[in-house]
């Protein structure tokens, strides 16, 4: 198989070639590996090559068999290989076996053949961790692809893989997926078991993908969503799959229009247009747009969640260091992040639960937004794609710059909402720009049906990057 063939369908597509014998598994992995080879030195986004292990492991006969595949090296466990986090610290240390969701990956038959980059311990929208270097953006190499699973998105756009597995604790799904012009949904939580291992950042983390289309986001999902036991929550599989949803153009909804940022004082002129022309757009298919105001305390949220992130970097941390027998010295892992674990050894347990309560009562009060409205559009982030190394360039005004970014994403993966973003909309300058829908808490299914009518409506799979 070529490589413009192989790029010319989604996973969806490439496992329905190689059922019906048209193409094999073996000759899929040639094209992904060739493909990863001639990209991947520019990008830097694959940082474990497991090649040879996917050739000597002839993937199941599972519904998505045979499709190359690649996970995030965080949030998620292969046996025999090192999840490093991005970190120095775990970089050396392989999994014992497969948490829950490697296996359902495997089971579907994906050719599992590399890990992808991440900043330390998923704590940045950008993709530059010490540990292996900036990950760039196929739109433009001097721009980041996103973060956390900055890799995942540029592997994702630059024709390595269809898709790819992703995590979102903050954005860290939609960020990259805007940045490099993929559909990415963080689905409700619970939807995905973390198994064996508890929640991320006291339920704001959530594991999935990002995809060039949406009905691969839906299969995967469907592969993905399977409660294990003893799970803190879960929501069940769907009725209908959500395969089948992303068919089936939703009825007429109430959607409600936010033109701002939440945590920020406003949008990139660009962004906002983008943002205003979906809106159009949706009441172009005979949606009910209306604007909104955003209700609860977002400032709040913003300082409760990094109190819970704080603690949970300094839980994770504490734990790796009795379990080796000495503890965590400064040049193992970057200094941002011994900040943030020094500010977490220091959080009490009441301020902890006095945190999780102000994220509750955050997600109450969005909730009430959704009494009246079936979806929420706004903007993904509050510009296009930063240049690489901006995020750092001032250390004293690290936070305000990083929520300038991101200002949209956040509050959701804190009220436990399903929330995606489109690539609806591209720059002057030719970066993608995404578009953020978000739906209410076990309603991923609705989004999968409004990203379908939208996919059909003003299709971006053809449109690639230029790398």
Request: glycine share 10%; with cysteine; charged share 20%.
């Amino acid at each position: 198989m070529k490589f413009e063939d192989y790029r010319s369908r989604d996973a969806v597509g490439l496992a329905a070639l190689v059922a019906k014998g048209e193409v094999s598994a073996g000759e899929l992995l040639d094209v992904a590996v060739a493909r990863m080879a001639e990209v991947n030195p520019k990008i830097n986004a694959v940082v474990q090559d497991l090649t040879g292990r996917a050739r000597s492991e002839p993937p199941a006969k599972g519904p998505l068999h045979g499709v190359p595949f690649l996970l995030k090296d965080l949030g998620i466990a292969l046996a025999g290989t090192p999840t490093s986090r991005g970190s120095r610290v775990y970089a050396s240390t392989p999994a014992a076996a497969d948490s829950a969701l490697g296996r359902l990956y495997r089971e579907a038959g994906l050719a599992i053949f590399g890990k992808t980059n991440t900043p330390e311990f998923g704590l940045w929208p950008v993709t530059e961790s010490e540990l292996y270097g900036p990950c760039r953006n196929p739109w433009d190499l001097r721009r980041t692809s996103g973060g956390s699973s900055g890799g995942a998105a540029a592997a994702v756009a630059a024709g390595i893989v269809p898709a790819a597995h992703a995590s979102d604790g903050g954005g860290s799904i939609r960020i990259p997926a805007s940045c490099c012009g993929l559909f990415g949904l963080k689905p409700s939580r619970g939807r995905v078991s973390f198994a064996p291992v508890g929640e991320g950042w006291g339920g704001a983390s959530i594991n999935h993908a990002v995809t060039r289309s949406v009905r691969d986001s839906a299969a995967l999902l469907d592969v993905a969503c399977r409660p294990q036991p003893g799970d803190p929550y879960f929501l069940p599989p769907p009725e209908v799959a959500f395969a089948e949803q992303a068919r089936r153009a939703p009825q007429r909804l109430r959607i409600g229009f936010f033109p701002g940022a939440m945590q920020a004082p406003a949008l990139d002129p660009e962004c906002a247009a983008a943002m205003k022309d979906a809106a159009a757009l949706c009441e172009s298919l005979g949606h009910s747009v209306e604007e909104v105001t955003m209700p609860g305390d977002v400032e709040a949220m913003r300082l409760a969640a990094g109190l819970v992130i704080a603690a949970s970097v300094a839980a994770d941390l504490d734990a790796e260091a009795e379990r080796r027998g000495r503890a965590i010295g400064e040049g193992e892992i970057e200094a941002l992040t011994m900040a943030n674990y020094r500010r977490g050894q220091k959080v009490a347990a009441p301020a902890y639960v006095r945190a999780i309560a102000t994220i509750h009562a955050y997600g109450r009060a969005v909730a009430q937004l959704f009494e009246t409205y079936d979806v929420v559009v706004m903007s993904t982030l509050g510009r296009p794609a930063i240049p690489i190394g901006w995020l750092f360039e001032d250390r004293e005004q690290i936070a305000e710059r990083v929520f300038s970014y991101m200002p949209n994403t956040q509050p959701f993966n804190n009220t436990g909402q399903p929330a995606m973003t489109v690539p609806l909309a591209w720059s002057k300058g030719g970066l993608p720009i995404g578009v953020q829908f978000v739906g209410r808490t076990g309603e991923d299914g609705l989004l999968l049906s409004l990203a379908g009518q939208l996919e059909q409506a003003r299709p971006w799979f053809d449109r690639t990057a230029p790398l």
